[in-house]
Every structure is written in structure tokens, then in C-alpha cells.
């Protein structure tokens, strides 16, 4: 009979995918586990206990969280609903105004940020201008274009009737189309606007520079941009440039603006401060799904991903060089983010989430999988935000799942956990390490934020002066069953009647929400030692948990998860708040397993305290 002991101290590879289980050589399965559910996993290593959600705010509809940071000081909580614009600061809505997005419009609504102005776009909608004015005092209006870039779409040739005034246009083939009423044209490098549509050769138009004649001629372009022709699809300021990537006639170009003057877009002469334009020209057409600023101006498409270099950005300085294959969503613009100089991208398959980082030794881009070894965490994501200060990844799932990584390159820290809510996680921002997040419940969207204060979720406080047993003010959790932590200490769950719910005994302090269980599984043991078999019958001995300020833990040895008491001299009794407990927490098993893929041990709890494990040693027989 074999008899060892196994020290777990990391679970920096986090949860795995059940494809690995048969892979116990992987340095990923010393540091990872089978299940870690409702648990972040820290940097050091060790996993606590996620904090709870608290409830802010009943929303309209589906909604769309942007992050607006003026400054350290100065920071604002976009939500975007169904033609609306609310600005919050804090827990409190401060302002509200209307604009002209669509409830379909928000998966695909793109944005970038200067200063007090948020810039919005979507291929179906005039590109907006979002500016504070004030901390209350917010505008929504279009931009306009100091000089709009034009593009031919067409071979046939244009010829004016005249060179001032309203004037006739004549194409010797089809080029104009009813929805050009309203567009910009250019005949000789002369703007003209085109103000009604007579047949497909023929068009009205009012002249706005004199014409250079009247001949036919292909020396002529329009608006790259209209509602017929279709808006920007996304954008980002770069090098004092303002960049605008594809639109839905032309997916795969991009407009770069003069420097310094951000709604310029005339090429003028090439001169090195002048507007840039160009297509990503290679074997495919990948449409443009995304640009972002980073050690050089990064270029995300359908199908791969490019970099546009230059110190600095000019006309005769800029290269294009495609990096990787990997692609980004098309039904979706998930944004990139920056984390570590690195940037984070969804995958077009759904399945991954790539790290697009520069190389000095190849001097190139390379795009590697984190969530390869934990692919069934990642399903078809829709929203991602990082939190800095926790150096924690939170991606929202098209069915409403959300997975955390916690990702530290200096330390090799990629773990996957999976938070579960009693809803639906439908977009997500970050504010200065606060991470906001529209929950779906019952049907009813809610903004919700993760607060460190909380256990529970949809979750709000309360305090009196006095002991009370009536708390009010939950109509958000009418008719549901909900967790209750009042004066520190857990009580039964009660249900809300009336937007409210009683106590016995009355408590002075109290957080009320729906209550949420977490979990953590190891991975089956590694059976490949001198005289184990994995066929033989194993025992658990013992399991030692080291626990940091540990308020509530529930184990289960194959019998169901039982709580363990931390109950010291001199602690508290029953109905106060139990005490932290930080030390090592040794249990003994008894019995014999022959399924060895089920977990030795199992911590699964949903009581709404503080819970962290920093390591865990297992003492086990095996028979020879």
C-alpha cells in the first residue's frame, strides 16, 4: 500500500477544460483545477470568494456601459439604452439626453474618447458627438466633417451642365441611386451636393466651388460616407490623427484625418501633415472590425489582424504589414483592450481570446490564445472590461455567462474562473477598478456593480440608529427569495412582500439580495506513482486547508459539503458575526474510491461571508 502527500499552493492556471483531463504532464495541471466557480483567482495565487453585485438601477431595456474618465478626479458611467443617454457618477444618475441609436444598434456601436468628448459610430447611424459641458450638462449631436473623404464607386464618366449654380449631372452609365438626395459630390476636386435623383444617369445638384468645366469626365468621387454608402464601422485617435475604419460599401479601408485638425480628411497634396487613405489589400477582403492605438496603430479584421507603422504617421511614411490569421467577430464589436501594453481581442470562432502583443526580438505581432486550456469557459463573447487594480479580465458570453481571467505576465498568472449570477451579465465597464455590469433579471435589464462591501447580489444596504425589523426600498427582488447578513451575521432567507422584508430578531445593519453559492474542485490525482495504478482503490486520509480571513467554509469529502466550525476561546456566540479565521483547517476522511476522476475534496458554499484558500494538502493511500 502507496501512501503520499500532495501540496496544492497555486491555482494560477485556473479552471480547465475537460479535454485535459488526461493530462497530468501539462505544467497548467500542477496550478489549475477542475471547477472554480463564483472565486477569483488572486495574483499570489490563492482563491477567494467574488464579491457580491450591488443593484443601482432598473433599466428601460438593453443596454450598451461605456466608461467616461476626464480625469482621476472626474469619472462617468455611460448607459446607452434605446435612444437614450444616461450619465452616471457614482451610484446617482446626474444627466440624461437623447440620441439616435437603436436598441439593435448597440452590439455594434463603436466609440473612442478625447478629453470631454466621446465619439460614437455605427454603420447605419451619422457618427455622434457626445460632450460635458458641465458635471450635470451633456450634449448628443452629429459631427460634421471639416472636409469629408470621397471615394468613386463607379468607372462611368460625369459631366455638369454648368459650372455654378444648380446644375445638371449626366453619368454615361448608372451611378446615381434615389438615396444620393443630400450627398456630397466632387467633379474636377470641386463640391457640389447633390439635392435630387432623376434617373440612374441623371442628378440635380447645387454647386458649391466653381467647377473647373463642363466636359465629361472620371475625374470625380463622392462621399465616402452617407446614409446610402453607409458611416464609419469604428474608430480611434492615433498620433493626433483620428482614424475611422471601414463602412458597410467599404469594409476594408481606412481614413486617417490631418494631424491636429480631427475631422479633416482632404489627401491634399501628400504633404506629412495631410489626411491618409488606403485599403488593406490582401488575399481576402477582410472587413474592418476594429482599429486601436497601441505601440503602433493596430488594425483588427474579419479575418486577420494588421499593423499600420510610421514614426511618425505621413503619407510617404506608412507601412501596412498583416501580423496574424486569427479574425474578430462580425455580428458583434467586442472593443479591444489594453492590458500591459498588450491588446486583448475576442476571436472570430468565439472559442479565444488572443493577447496581440509586439515582439522586439522578431519585430512583429503575435496573438496568443489565453483561454486555451479553458475554451469551455469562452463562448461567443460580447462584452470585456479590465479592472487594473485586481488585474482581472471580466468577459460577458452571448448566453449571458461571465468568465474572469485573472492575467499577470511578470508572475505567469493565466487563470479562467466563471461567474454565476441568478441572471443573464449583458455588458460590462470599468471605472477606476469599479466594474459595472447590466444584469438581465426576470427579464428586466439592471445595472448592477461588484462591490467588495457585498455577499449577495442585486444586493442593497441598509443602517438605523436603532434596531429594526421592516427594511424597505427592494421592489427590484419583489416576490423573490433573498440571503439576508444582518449586524455581520447570516440569517434565513426570507421573500419580499411589499418591496420589503421583516426580521427576527430587529437588526441595526443589513445587506439584502439573492444569494449565490461558490465552488472549487481539484483536478483527479496524478496515480502515476511507485505501485499506483490507476485502476486501484484510493483513500483520503486527510485534507489541510490554509485558509485568510476565512468567515464561512463548507466541505465536501464525498458526503456533501458539511461546515466547518472555526470556533475559538473567547469567540462569539451563535447569532454574532462569526470571527476571520486565518490558519490551516485539517480534516480527516474515511472510506475508499474507485472513480478516479471524482474530486478528493470539494469546497461549494453559499453562505454570504468572506472565504479565501491559499493552498491544500492531501494525504492519500493508494493499494499497490
Given at each position: 500500500m502507496a501512501q503520499t502527500r500532495t501540496l496544492k499552493t497555486s491555482f494560477t492556471a485556473?479552471?480547465?477544460?475537460?479535454?485535459?483531463?488526461?493530462?497530468?504532464?501539462?505544467?497548467?495541471?500542477?496550478?489549475?483545477?477542475?471547477?472554480?466557480?463564483?472565486?477569483?483567482?488572486?495574483?499570489?495565487?490563492?482563491?477567494?470568494?467574488?464579491?457580491?453585485?450591488?443593484?443601482?438601477?432598473?433599466?428601460?431595456?438593453?443596454?450598451?456601459?461605456i466608461a467616461f474618465e476626464f480625469n482621476t478626479e472626474q469619472a462617468y458611467l455611460l448607459v446607452l439604452t434605446e435612444g437614450t443617454l444616461g450619465v452616471f457618477v457614482g451610484d446617482a444618475q446626474v444627466a440624461q439626453v437623447a440620441g439616435p441609436w437603436t436598441a439593435t444598434m448597440l452590439p455594434q456601436l463603436a466609440y473612442t474618447q478625447s478629453a470631454d468628448t466621446?465619439?460614437?459610430?455605427?454603420?447605419?447611424?451619422?457618427?455622434?458627438?457626445?460632450?460635458?459641458?458641465?458635471?450635470?450638462?451633456?450634449?448628443?449631436?452629429?459631427?460634421?466633417?471639416?472636409?469629408?473623404?470621397?471615394?468613386?464607386?463607379?468607372?462611368?464618366?460625369?459631366?455638369?451642365?454648368?459650372?455654378?449654380?444648380?446644375?445638371t449631372l449626366t453619368a454615361s452609365a448608372?451611378?446615381?441611386?434615389?438615396?444620393?438626395?443630400?450627398?456630397?459630390?466632387?467633379?474636377?476636386?470641386?463640391?457640389?451636393?447633390?439635392?435630387?435623383?432623376?434617373?440612374?444617369?441623371?442628378?440635380?445638384?447645387?454647386?458649391?466651388?466653381?467647377?473647373?468645366?463642363?466636359?465629361?469626365?472620371?475625374?470625380?468621387?463622392?462621399?465616402?460616407?452617407?446614409?446610402l454608402r453607409g458611416w464609419p464601422v469604428t474608430l480611434c485617435f492615433h498620433q493626433d490623427r483620428l482614424v475611422l475604419g471601414g463602412s458597410r460599401d467599404l469594409p476594408n479601408r481606412l481614413w486617417?484625418?490631418?494631424?491636429?485638425?480631427?475631422?479633416?480628411?482632404?489627401?491634399?497634396?501628400?504633404?506629412?501633415?495631410?489626411?491618409?487613405?488606403?485599403?488593406?489589400?490582401?488575399?481576402?477582403?477582410?472587413?474592418?472590425?476594429?482599429?486601436?492605438?497601441?505601440?503602433?496603430?493596430?488594425?483588427?479584421?474579419?479575418?486577420?489582424?494588421?499593423?499600420?507603422?510610421?514614426a511618425p504617421l505621413t503619407p510617404g511614411s506608412i507601412q501596412l504589414n498583416r501580423q496574424t490569421r486569427v479574425g474578430s467577430p462580425v455580428a458583434r464589436l467586442v472593443q479591444p483592450v489594453d492590458v500591459d501594453g498588450a491588446t486583448i481581442f475576442a476571436a472570430r470562432t468565439g472559442r479565444g481570446i488572443f493577447e496581440f502583443a509586439y515582439t522586439d526580438l522578431q519585430q512583429l505581432y503575435q496573438a496568443?490564445?489565453?483561454?486555451?486550456?479553458?475554451?469551455?469557459?469562452?463562448?461567443?463573447?460580447?462584452?470585456?472590461?479590465?479592472?487594473?487594480?485586481?488585474?482581472?479580465?471580466?468577459?460577458?458570453?452571448?448566453?449571458?455567462?461571465?468568465?474572469?481571467?485573472t492575467l499577470y505576465r511578470a508572475e505567469q498568472v493565466t487563470a479562467w474562473t466563471r461567474q454565476e449570477t441568478d441572471g443573464l451579465v449583458r455588458s460590462l465597464a470599468d471605472i477606476e477598478g469599479a466594474v459595472w455590469a447590466v444584469v438581465e433579471r426576470d427579464g428586466t435589464p439592471r445595472l448592477e456593480r461588484f462591490d467588495e462591501t457585498l455577499a449577495l447580489d442585486a444586493a442593497l444596504t441598509g443602517s438605523a440608529a436603532t434596531a429594526q425589523d421592516t427594511w424597505t426600498g427592494l421592489g427590484h427582488l419583489g416576490g423573490r427569495s433573498v440571503g439576508i447578513v444582518a449586524d455581520g451575521a447570516p440569517r434565513g432567507a426570507a421573500v419580499v412582500a411589499d418591496a420589503a422584508v421583516t426580521l427576527d430578531p430587529p437588526a441595526r445593519t443589513v445587506q439584502i439580495g439573492l444569494p449565490f453559492a461558490h465552488e472549487i474542485a481539484p483536478l483527479p490525482p496524478d496515480l502515476a506513482i511507485p505501485g499506483g495504478t490507476g485502476a486501484a482503490p484510493l483513500r483520503l486520509v486527510s485534507v489541510t486547508f490554509r485558509l485568510l480571513d476565512t468567515r464561512a467554509l463548507a466541505v465536501d469529502l464525498g458526503r456533501g459539503p458539511v461546515p466547518v466550525t472555526f470556533r475559538r476561546l473567547g469567540a462569539a456566540l451563535l447569532d454574532a458575526a462569526p470571527p476571520a479565521f486565518t490558519g490551516d483547517v485539517r480534516l480527516r476522511a474515511i472510506g475508499w474510491r474507485r472513480d478516479a476522476l471524482a474530486p478528493l475534496w470539494r469546497i461549494a458554499d453559499d453562505t454570504p461571508l468572506p472565504m479565501t484558500l491559499l493552498s491544500v494538502t492531501t494525504d492519500m493511500r493508494i493499494t499497490d
Open positions: 485556473g479552471e480547465l477544460a475537460p479535454e485535459l483531463l488526461g493530462r497530468p504532464d501539462l505544467r497548467a495541471t500542477a496550478n489549475g483545477a477542475r471547477r472554480l466557480r463564483n472565486v477569483f483567482i488572486q495574483p499570489t495565487g490563492g482563491v477567494t470568494r467574488r464579491p457580491g453585485l450591488r443593484h443601482v438601477a432598473m433599466l428601460p431595456g438593453r443596454a450598451k456601459l466621446l465619439l460614437l459610430c455605427h454603420p447605419d447611424m451619422p457618427p455622434q458627438r457626445v460632450t460635458r459641458t458641465s458635471h450635470t450638462s451633456w450634449t448628443v449631436a452629429p459631427w460634421s466633417f471639416t472636409r469629408e473623404p470621397f471615394y468613386r464607386f463607379s468607372d462611368a464618366t460625369l459631366a455638369a451642365s454648368a459650372i455654378t449654380g444648380t446644375v448608372t451611378v446615381f441611386q434615389p438615396g444620393h438626395a443630400g450627398v456630397r459630390f466632387r467633379l474636377g476636386g470641386r463640391r457640389l451636393l447633390v439635392t435630387a435623383v432623376a434617373s440612374p444617369t441623371q442628378a440635380t445638384a447645387t454647386v458649391e466651388e466653381t467647377l473647373p468645366g463642363t466636359a465629361a469626365t472620371t475625374d470625380w468621387d463622392e462621399a465616402a460616407f452617407s446614409a486617417l484625418s490631418r494631424t491636429g485638425d480631427l475631422f479633416n480628411f482632404d489627401l491634399g497634396t501628400g504633404l506629412d501633415d495631410q489626411a491618409i487613405e488606403f485599403g488593406l489589400v490582401s488575399d481576402q477582403v477582410n472587413a474592418i472590425r476594429g482599429v486601436f492605438s497601441g505601440q503602433h496603430l493596430q488594425v483588427f479584421t474579419s479575418g486577420a489582424e494588421w499593423m499600420v507603422s510610421g496568443n490564445d489565453l483561454a486555451l486550456v479553458s475554451q469551455h469557459l469562452v463562448r461567443d463573447p460580447v462584452a470585456m472590461t479590465y479592472d487594473q487594480r485586481r488585474r482581472l479580465l471580466h468577459v460577458a458570453m452571448a448566453d449571458g455567462t461571465l468568465a474572469t481571467l
